[in-house]
């Protein structure tokens, strides 16, 4: 029988609660962890049981799943999920005293989370697309998607979805409309899915209570050095199929990006514009 040659196993973290809490070096009854083999997506799950009177006062719910049948990205785009273990998808509600008018640059600021989570797991070289792509070497590590909820008085609820691959097959990677990576290709090392989560909860725990305070323009420099675009000529793609071509220059507080053009220099809000490397 011939021998099956270069056949590697990569060993599965299961997420654990219990673990995770106890990587939390403060009071860990601040989070209300739910842990789901399978489910459609952990936005979809919080969005449609949660009551906005029961979160008052309540832990900060969480939802995780070693499976997301149904994972979606920004403009409804499939988050393909993989199988056991090949990522790490959670939801996190948050809610804000403020409305849902002052939170814009809220999704740059989950950027500056994951960067400095994941460049504490794998070195240096995980960069920022904005508004918040996660790149290494030019290609997608991790996602986010937030949706918002909330009155014109406030207060306001956020659901802030992230994903982060951890081990994607090719058979994964090569229905994917875009160059992506992950965390085994770009270390070579097996990382515990359990501290790199509690790890992000910490950081979440912390920023979003700095952004509450003092809004995006706190992290604005921060995330300057992490974008991978800064100075570069690119392309902004609109929902309604233009485009603009620019240098990018900065961001600005309210996490607009500005680019100077033909015209002089513009600022563009986030919402479902896309950014592209523009060819040569």
């Not at 199988?83 to 600021?109: C, K, M, P, Y």
Request: aromatic residues 12%.
């Amino acid at each position: 029988m011939e021998k099956i040659k270069n056949f590697n196993v990569v060993k599965v973290n299961l997420l654990n609660k219990n673990k995770i809490l106890q990587l939390i070096p403060y009071d860990s009854n601040k989070f209300n962890i739910k842990i789901f083999n399978i489910i459609d997506s952990t936005n979809n799950y919080i969005l449609n049981k949660f009551d906005k009177s029961e979160y008052y006062n309540k832990p900060i719910v969480v939802a995780s799943a070693e499976i997301q049948l149904k994972g979606r990205g920004r403009e409804n785009r499939k988050w393909f999920g993989g199988t056991l273990g090949n990522t790490l998808a959670f939801s996190i509600l948050w809610r804000f005293e403020n409305d849902v008018s002052v939170l814009s640059g809220l999704s740059l600021v989950i950027g500056v989370v994951l960067v400095r989570v994941l460049r504490s797991f794998s070195g240096n070289n995980i960069y920022l697309k904005w508004p918040n792509d996660i790149l290494f070497d030019s290609s997608k590590l991790a996602g986010i998607l937030i949706e918002l909820r909330g009155k014109i008085d406030g207060p306001a609820f956020a659901v802030i979805g992230i994903g982060i691959n951890f081990h994607l097959p090719l058979s994964i990677k090569s229905h994917i409309e875009q160059k992506v990576t992950d965390l085994f290709q770009c270390t070579g090392k097996v990382h515990d899915r359990n501290e790199i989560f509690s790890a992000l909860l910490i950081q979440l725990y912390t920023v979003l209570s700095d952004f509450e305070k003092y809004g995006f323009s706190y992290f604005k420099e921060e995330w300057m050095s992490y974008h991978a675009y800064q100075g570069k000529n690119v392309t902004l793609l609109f929902p309604n199929k233009q485009s603009v071509d620019g240098i990018v220059d900065d961001v600005n507080d309210d996490g607009s990006i500005c680019l100077i053009t033909p015209d002089g220099r513009q600022s563009y809000n986030t919402g479902n514009i896309s950014m592209r490397l523009k060819d040569n």
